[in-house]
Structures are given as structure tokens and as C-alpha cells.
């Protein structure tokens, strides 16, 4: 069975930092893409950071770059989100992804969700 558990969220202010984390398993974890993604109250879901499975390419949403950072361990099974310059326009809910795609099948699992409050 699939978990994703997403960790680190909370309150912080303006200007501050939060580190998420998103430990996988049940999954071979250096065979999945990464993806962190938001969703605010009346929002739709977006991505905001991805990262390949072997962290040679990340992508950023134009919203969050040069404030976030995505990385990963595959020895830990973990991938990471650092969060700095927060904005209060950065409170949502976020998701951490897992995605794979082998010739025509693709697996897709998601966290449940880890609260980031910016707010002074």
C-alpha cells in the first residue's frame, strides 16, 4: 500500500520559512517524479514544484521561484519543499505527488495534506 505523509506545515509570518517534507512507501521511491502542489480555500489545485526521480530536472511555478526549493533523498524515500519569503498568498493546503509513467501505464499517488498558514 501507497502512503505519502506529508509534514512541516504550520503558522509563520511574512517574510519566514517552513521546511515540508513527504515521506513515501510502499513504492519504489527513485522510480517516481515528485511534485509539491497547493490549493487554497475556493482555488483551484496547482503544482508548484517538481522534481525528477533522479534530481536532474525540478520545475517551478512562476508564483514560487527563487523563494522554493524542492529536493529529494532517495536514500530516505523523502522529498523536501523549503519555503522561504513566504507571502500571505502562499496559505493553502500542500500535497505532496508521486507520479510514474512506463509506456502506456502511469501510477499516480498523492499525500494528504500538509496546512501552511502565512499570516502575521
Known amino acids: 500500500q501507497v502512503q505519502l505523509v506529508e509534514s512541516g506545515g504550520g503558522l509563520v509570518q511574512p517574510g519566514g520559512s517552513l521546511r515540508l517534507s513527504c515521506a513515501a512507501s510502499?513504492?519504489?521511491?527513485?522510480?517516481?517524479?515528485m511534485s509539491w502542489h497547493r490549493q487554497a480555500p475556493g482555488k483551484e489545485r496547482e503544482m508548484v514544484a517538481r522534481?525528477?526521480?533522479?534530481?536532474?530536472?525540478?520545475y517551478y511555478a512562476d508564483s514560487v521561484n527563487g523563494r522554493f526549493t524542492i529536493s529529494r533523498d532517495n536514500t530516505k524515500d523523502t522529498v523536501y519543499l523549503q519555503m522561504n519569503s513566504l507571502k500571505p498568498e502562499d496559505t493553502a493546503m500542500y500535497f505532496c505527488n508521486a507520479e510514474r509513467t512506463q509506456q502506456s501505464r502511469k501510477w499516480y499517488y498523492w499525500g494528504q495534506g500538509t496546512q501552511v498558514t502565512v499570516s502575521s
Open positions: 510502499g513504492l519504489t521511491f527513485n522510480r517516481y517524479a
Open positions: 522534481i525528477t526521480s533522479f534530481a536532474t530536472d525540478t
